[in-house]
C-alpha cells in the first residue's frame, strides 16, 4: 500500500478516571483478549500498511511492553516495520507532546524520511475493523486533500466528545466542528485521517511556527474551507472507548452474537499479544450465562453478563453479573459483584458486595498477593 501509518495513543482522559491512572488509553483491555490500539494495528496490516508508527506519552509503560513486538502484527519486515515515539529531549525541544499537531511535529524526521506518498493517521482509542486501503481509492478518487473517515454517532453517545462534520451530495466537508455544545447532526469524526504526505508535513510545519498544537482545531477545522476536504461514511461497527461510560457499552457490545461474529470469525483478523496460559477452568457448580471468559481464568461461581480478563480467579459462592474484570483479580468467596469494572490486579477479599447503581462503580483494589 502506498502509505505509512501513524497511530496517535499519547493522550490522557480524565474522563477514564481511576482506569488511566496507570496506564495509556490506547492499552485499556478490550473484549477479553485484546488491547485498544490492536485494533488500529490490525487495520494498518490487513490493509498492507508495513510501516507504522506509535506516538505515546502518558502512562506508556504498558503500552511500550504491549509494543515490544512487531512480530504480533506483522510489521517485522525489511521495508517495513513498528516504531514507537516517545516525547525525546533534544537541543531544539525539550517538552513533551503539546496536543497532537506537534506530536506529529517533533516526530517529522520519520515523515520526511519516508517515501510512500500518504499518510493514513488513526488514533489508538477506537475500537473497529477497516480496510484503509478502500479510504485511500476514495481520496484519490475525490482528488482530495485531506478524508476524514466519518460515522453516525452512536445513540446515547455525548456527542461532545467528537468533531461534528456536514457535507454536501459530493460528501465534501461544507463543516468542521470540535466537541460544539449544540452540535446540529449526529455524523462525527472518528479521528481516522487520509492525507498527502508532502501536505501534512507542510501543514505540521506552519502550525508548529504559529504554536499551535492541535491537529484537529488547528489543521482540520482551520483549513476546512481552504483544502479539499472529504467524509468517507464507515458503516460498519467504531465505537470510541475513551469515557468509562463507553469503556464499559464497548465491552458490553462483544457479548452480542453479531459482534463477536464480526470480530472474532469473519476476516480479516484482529491480532494482539499472546501469553502462554492454559484455557479457562470451570469447576463443578459454575454457572456462567453469556459472557466472555479469557484464558488463565478458574471460576467457582456464578457469572453472568460479564467480560473476564486474563487470569481472573472467582471464588467459591460468588456472583458477577453486568460487570468487567480485568487481569489478574482475585475475587474471594462469598462476593457479589454488579454493574461494575474491577480494575487489574486487585484482591477482592471474601465476603465483599460492590454494586454500581446509577452509573458504573469502577472497584479499586490492592493486591495483597503482591504486597510483602
Known amino acids: 500500500m502506498r502509505a505509512v501509518g501513524i497511530i496517535l495513543a499519547g493522550g490522557n482522559n480524565e474522563k477514564m478516571h481511576e482506569l488511566s491512572h496507570k496506564r495509556a488509553i490506547a492499552a485499556m483491555p478490550v473484549a477479553g483478549s485484546y488491547r485498544s490500539i490492536d485494533f488500529s494495528l490490525s487495520n494498518m496490516t490487513n490493509s498492507g500498511v508495513q510501516k507504522v508508527a506509535v506516538l505515546t506519552q502518558y502512562n506508556s509503560r504498558s503500552l511500550n511492553e504491549h509494543l515490544s513486538s512487531s512480530k504480533w502484527w506483522d510489521f517485522g519486515r525489511k521495508q517495513g516495520g513498528l516504531y514507537v515515539f516517545t516525547p525525546t529531549i533534544t537541543v531544539e525541544n525539550n517538552s513533551w507532546y503539546r496536543g497532537t499537531a506537534d506530536a506529529i511535529a517533533q516526530n517529522l524526521d520519520f515523515l520526511k524520511n519516508c517515501h510512500e506518498?500518504?499518510?493514513?493517521?488513526?488514533?489508538?482509542?477506537?475500537?473497529?475493523?477497516?480496510?484503509?486501503?478502500?479510504?485511500?481509492?476514495?481520496?484519490?478518487?475525490?482528488?482530495?486533500?485531506?478524508?476524514?473517515?466519518?460515522?453516525?454517532?452512536?445513540?446515547?453517545?455525548?456527542?461532545?466528545?467528537?468533531?461534528?462534520?456536514?457535507?454536501?451530495?459530493?460528501?465534501?466537508?461544507?463543516?468542521?466542528?470540535?466537541?460544539?455544545?449544540?452540535?446540529?447532526?449526529?455524523?462525527?469524526?472518528?479521528?481516522?485521517?487520509?492525507?498527502?504526505?508532502?501536505?501534512?508535513?507542510?501543514?505540521?510545519?506552519?502550525?508548529?511556527?504559529?504554536?499551535?498544537?492541535?491537529?484537529?482545531?488547528?489543521?482540520?477545522?482551520?483549513?476546512?474551507?481552504?483544502?479539499?476536504?472529504?467524509?468517507?461514511?464507515?458503516?460498519?461497527?467504531?465505537?470510541?472507548?475513551?469515557?468509562?461510560?463507553?469503556?464499559?457499552?464497548?465491552?458490553?457490545?462483544?457479548?452480542?452474537?453479531?459482534?463477536?461474529?464480526?470480530?472474532?470469525?469473519?476476516?480479516?483478523?484482529?491480532?494482539?499479544?499472546?501469553?502462554?496460559?492454559?484455557?479457562?477452568?470451570?469447576?463443578?457448580?459454575?454457572?456462567?450465562?453469556?459472557?466472555?471468559?479469557?484464558?488463565?481464568?478458574?471460576?467457582?461461581?456464578?457469572?453472568e453478563n460479564s467480560v473476564l480478563f486474563k487470569k481472573v480467579f472467582v471464588g467459591n459462592d460468588c456472583t458477577i453479573k453486568n460487570s468487567i474484570i480485568l487481569n489478574d483479580v482475585y475475587i474471594g468467596d462469598h462476593t457479589h459483584i454488579e454493574n461494575c469494572i474491577v480494575e487489574s490486579r486487585g484482591t477482592i477479599r471474601a465476603n465483599s458486595s460492590f454494586i454500581g447503581k446509577e452509573k458504573i462503580k469502577i472497584v479499586v483494589e490492592k493486591n495483597e498477593r503482591y504486597i510483602m
Open 117 to 303: 506518498p500518504y499518510v493514513v493517521i488513526a488514533s489508538g482509542d477506537g475500537v473497529y475493523k477497516l480496510d484503509y486501503g478502500k479510504v485511500l481509492e476514495y481520496h484519490i478518487e475525490k482528488k482530495a486533500d485531506i478524508t476524514v473517515v466519518c460515522s453516525e454517532l452512536p445513540q446515547g453517545d455525548d456527542i461532545t466528545r467528537f468533531g461534528v462534520v456536514k457535507m454536501n451530495s459530493d460528501g465534501k466537508i461544507t463543516e468542521f466542528e470540535e466537541k460544539p455544545e449544540n452540535a446540529h447532526g449526529s455524523m462525527i469524526s472518528t479521528g481516522i485521517y487520509v492525507v498527502r504526505r508532502r501536505l501534512l508535513i507542510e501543514l505540521v510545519e506552519k502550525a508548529q511556527e504559529q504554536n499551535q498544537y492541535d491537529f484537529v482545531k488547528d489543521i482540520l477545522v482551520k483549513y476546512r474551507g481552504l483544502k479539499r476536504m472529504y467524509a468517507y461514511p464507515l458503516q460498519s461497527y467504531w465505537r470510541n472507548i475513551s469515557t468509562v461510560e463507553a469503556y464499559y457499552q464497548t465491552n458490553m457490545d462483544f457479548l452480542k452474537p453479531e459482534i463477536r461474529e464480526y470480530f472474532f470469525r469473519q476476516y480479516p483478523n484482529v491480532y494482539s499479544r499472546i501469553e502462554d496460559l492454559p484455557p479457562a477452568k470451570y469447576n463443578p457448580g459454575t454457572e456462567v450465562k453469556n459472557s466472555l471468559i479469557s484464558s488463565g481464568c478458574i471460576i467457582n461461581g456464578v457469572v
